[in-house]
């Protein structure tokens, strides 16, 4: 019998993907809604602890309050004032809407049922792929492009690993980038005594809104942003987080490193990407349970980045042309 296991299962009226490590007593349960991870469940010297600080029922992954685990396509994070322009024409993602009601985030794909094209299990590993067709011409506002996107869940030895897959399946270039927006909850107490490490260079400025400064504003080294300076491993504190760090230092394997460790039970895990930024986010502002889960975001690019020509290379996909982003979450220790 193998390790590893790959099953279908039900939470209210939502379909789930169930992968499961038997051997290190690990599971994975992923909702067709959104292709958003619900729970990751792995042992621990009390016994087995719900990393994953998600949905709480099937009435939550309905609502999605504060966007837990979402994956974020075509954009992640915010876009000023639901504007943009794209080789030179203006969008507007809200027509209609005025003043403080105007908000574009996260993308298009959180209230999706994907579809469940790949379910299987190996000596190796447990994977599943989720699909969707949904970003097309005339049914999103402001976006009349279209993308097809596949996201891969694979639970192995080393954690979980994501793989998204965007293809620009239109006749014209699209702005598009990926973001995952998953919140960890690593024991009981608040998150200030947690530890957390970033190998970032520069942190990312933002005005009152989150929306990074203009040019190179935005963009400071780390030197000058002690406050935010977490190369070093050290507790969270009373430091309220929502900031996004780039030029990003890889490991020997390519793969960069955010590190998050409750010292009181030993637990910690390590969000690995290859490219992009990190957004750390201490959940200051969500709807419950404030400050007892670390948001980290892997995203492609920045904030709206849709409306910067700094990041305009990064999220171009020409007709025909794929593009992957790979990120995935280790346990350092259980």
Known sequence: MSDYLAERDHWGPHELAVLTDQARGRRVRIARRGATLVNFEVPTRDGTHD????????????SRPSSRFAIMVPFANRIA???????????????GVEGVQRAARHGFVRGVDFDITELSADAQAARVTFATQAIRPGLHPG?????????TYTLDAAGLALEAQMRNVGDQAAPCFFGWHPYFKLG?????????????????????????????????????????????????????????????????????????????????????????????????TVTRDIRRSVALEPMESWADAFNRPDSAATIRLEPGAERRFLCGVEIASA
Request: aromatic share 8%; charged share 30%.
């Open 81 to 95: 004032d639901a504007r943009y322009s794209f080789d030179g024409e203006a969008h507007d993602l809200q027509p």
């Open 143 to 151: 976006y009349p492009f279209a993308i097809d996107l596949a996201v």
């Open 51 to 62: 990393l994953a600080d998600g949905y709480r029922d099937a009435g939550e992954l309905d």
């Open 188 to 284: 009981d107490s608040p998150v200030d005594s947690w530890e957390l490490q970033i190998p970032a260079d520069s942190v990312v400025r933002t005005d009152a809104d989150y929306i990074p400064l203009p040019g190179d504003a935005a963009c400071v080294d780390m030197e000058h942003e002690p406050e935010l300076d977490f190369r070093r491993a050290q507790a969270i504190g009373a430091r309220e987080l929502n900031h996004a760090y780039a030029d990003l230092r890889c490991d020997g394997d390519g793969r960069s490193r955010t590190r998050l460790r409750d010292p009181s039970r030993g637990l910690a895990i390590a969000l690995w990407q290859t490219s992009g930024v990190m957004l750390a986010f201490t959940a200051d």
